[in-house]
């Protein structure tokens, strides 16, 4: 009798910026995995400096590298390719940068890249109330609509909270958002 070919699982990049929701990844990894993905990590530098006591774990819990530079010239792509892109928690700067297209950092780039390659993109912010005052975020989050993101802000999605305030951050929402683009690839 002949194996059962393995069915490849999809993978999902899940980038995360400095905020405290970052600090959960590792039971957010085990949930998504728990959905059948493949997940790889990438991590602002500060994101990476928060979670470094940690970065081993998630490697060993992927079994990828957990990313946060760009790869020098010449040097292998070890990551396999994305299915779909979660960017959660996306900070106010991450998210301005994505807007502007500043890829100073490797998950702003991979993000900013993915939709002309055709990968599916959803991002959830994690900003508070002051912040969003600034009117530099609103025309943000209309720019990478237009890019053809899925950004989960407002009702359906992330709610600001006052500064200071830790509200539960909605990671089911981010998970069923990721669970359609999915599925849209697959039958595309």
Wanted: with cysteine.
């Amino acid at each position: 009798m002949e194996p059962v070919p393995e069915i490849p699982r999809p993978v999902v990049y899940l980038f995360a910026s400095a905020a405290p929701p970052a600090l959960q990844l590792l039971d957010v990894v085990r949930r998504a995995q728990g959905r059948g993905w493949d997940v790889v990590v990438g991590l602002t530098p500060t994101a990476r400096d928060w979670l470094e006591s940690r970065v081993t774990e998630l490697e060993e819990l992927t079994g990828h590298p957990v990313k946060t530079t760009y790869r020098r010239p010449g040097q292998p792509d070890v990551l396999p390719p994305a299915d779909a892109v979660l960017f959660a928690p996306a900070t106010f700067n991450s998210v301005n940068s994505l807007a502007a297209g500043i890829t100073s950092s490797w998950v702003v780039g991979c993000t900013a890249e993915a939709p002309g390659k055709g990968i599916p993109v959803v991002v959830m912010p994690c900003v508070n109330s002051a912040l969003v005052q600034h009117p530099q975020f609103d025309r943000s989050v209309e720019v990478l609509r237009e890019a053809r993101m899925q950004v989960l802000y407002g009702a359906g999605g992330f709610v600001p909270n006052r500064p200071g305030e830790r509200l539960s951050y909605p990671w089911e929402r981010a998970f069923a958002a990721v669970e359609r683009v999915l599925e849209a690839v697959l039958e595309g």
